[in-house]
């Protein structure tokens, strides 16, 4: 698995850990740090578009990789429907 992502033309895909990930806007943020906005999609949810912060690619990974765990536990703690609610909000 690497540890870099390599892209130039949004929106984009990327299959992360079982998760679509969707890149929908690159935005520069203060100094070095910039803006992504993404929307996951894993075993029938989906969350709402939200940004992260990252200075690098790899950076970026590593957030992207903690928000589907939260993704995936919320679906493991409380069920489709319910996590599918609080994804929402």
Known sequence: MADTLSFTILPY??????????????LQGQGKKKNMAVKLLWNGLHSRI?????ENEKELLFKIRVEIA??????????????QEILNQ
């Open 13 to 26: 895909e990327k299959n992360i850990n079982g998760c679509i990930v969707i890149f929908l806007e690159n």
């Open 70 to 83: 939260k993704m995936k536990w919320l679906y493991w703690i409380y069920g489709k429907e319910l996590a």
């Open 50 to 54: 939200f940004p992260i912060e990252y």
